[in-house]
């Protein structure tokens, strides 16, 4: 049996994934403890910070053929307002609330400034949500065969309360620490965006979700507003 | 009492248009067209009544948009034609839907000189072919996840441009284009009518191809061929 995750940051594999370099050190990660809990043998994690979720759904087409009886399936939807537009980085699609990468040529920075002037449309965005979840649940329905957990990163969807942003969010005593923390760390150190003993309790309700049928509620249960302002500068993992 | 639905673009519009101002400044003969492939469809199939969403130069957001605001009004036994755009046209511009057609846009005389280099650039930079066809890849799954919650609808996909389930070749590439015995008269078609003044862009003949062949569909259940059977080289150089 295999584990299989597809998603953006809140999924990447631990302290594997490159880019940053203030990781937190944590024992185990959400991924690593459920192949524990699930006794699986191996674990296919595909995911990459700042993707979309048109490259999270094509990672899933490209895969979907080699899921095998009984394997478990996580797909990690990200935000609608991603747009995977420059091909060759498909980890720079969170371009319109991120300062633009140094990769990008100056024609590419124009273009993304002109499009966010003139080109955005937040409704189109919403409907292409709704595409891909309604396309991922097609796929979870044609394949009875493996498990298929949709987990949200940012918007609700049915069958899920809450989503792994109150999970991440849920961490800070409030939204101007929010703000501080993220200004002064630049890259979040936590993996996953959430705290180690909050990777635990998702794998928790990961595996009750799989093995003993029980819905998957994001807003209750988790170690909340222990990030504050007398703590929020720390790069280790504090104590919630 | 069952319903035909037809959403699509400019190749789903109804007869009606031909007797429009826009159809008239267009040439659309309106003895020639006195009926179009959805009339036909409609005389074929126990039908009572016909509502038809479609609009030229709209994206797959609409009609996606569409679809979803009426699939609660679906009935088992209605017959649901899903007419597909071109993947990679996007609904940019909330209260423009007509112009989703980004190429055909450059020159718009109404837009500020600001708003076509924005067009420009993102046709030269940030057009993402394999993005445009993952959204219409997720666009197809979910509606055959609507396929799956609604089994008692007779739904038929009709792509404009790409590929689709079940149906073999395009509207575009298929009929229209094949119309004509070469690109150069198709070229120069388009020069002198302005405007394709063939209604929902075929000839009269094979509306009625087109008709015999979705009502066969309905009926006996035979995929649609668009490849074969439709009149070809109507057009050459010596009779445009």
Redesign the interface.
Known sequence: MTLWVFGDSYSVDSQNTTGSTNWQTIDKSWTELLVDLLGVSKKHVIARPGV?N??I??QL?REKDNFKQDDYVIIQPTCSSR?????RFPEISNWQFSSLDKRL?K??I???N??Q???I?D??NL??Y??????F???A?SIPSVKILIIPGFHNISGITGSLGNVCFGEFVNSTIEDKYYHYHKNDPRINHMHESNHKILAKKIHDFFILNYLVDLTSGFESKFINNSNYRENKCLTP | MSTLWVFGDSYSVPRDYAETDLGIKAGVDQNTYNTNWIQEVEKKLNINDLKIYSNFGV?N?WI??NV?EQSNNFKPEDCVILQLTNGNR?????DAPAESNLPQLVSHPDWGK??R???D??L???Q????DN??Y???I??F???K?ALPGIKLLFLPGFGKAPETIGNLTVDVCDKEFDSNNTQQNFYNKTGFDNRLNHMSIENHHILADKIGDYFINHTPVDLTTGFKTNIYTKNNI
Do not use: C
Not at chain 1, 130 to 135: F, L, N, T, Y
Not at chain 2, 128 to 131: E, L, P, S, T, W
């Open positions: 979309s048109e490259w759904y094509g087409l747009k995977w537009l420059i091909e040529t024609n590419e124009n273009a993304l002109l499009y002037r003139y080109l449309n409704e189109i409907y292409n709704d595409m891909v979840i309604r396309a649940m097609f796929i329905q | 994206s957001e996606f948009k979803m996007h609904w940019w511009f909330p600001e708003k280099k924005a067009i650039l993102h030269k930079y940030l993402n072919d394999q993005m993952l959204i890849s997720s666009m799954y979910s055959m996840y609507i799956l």
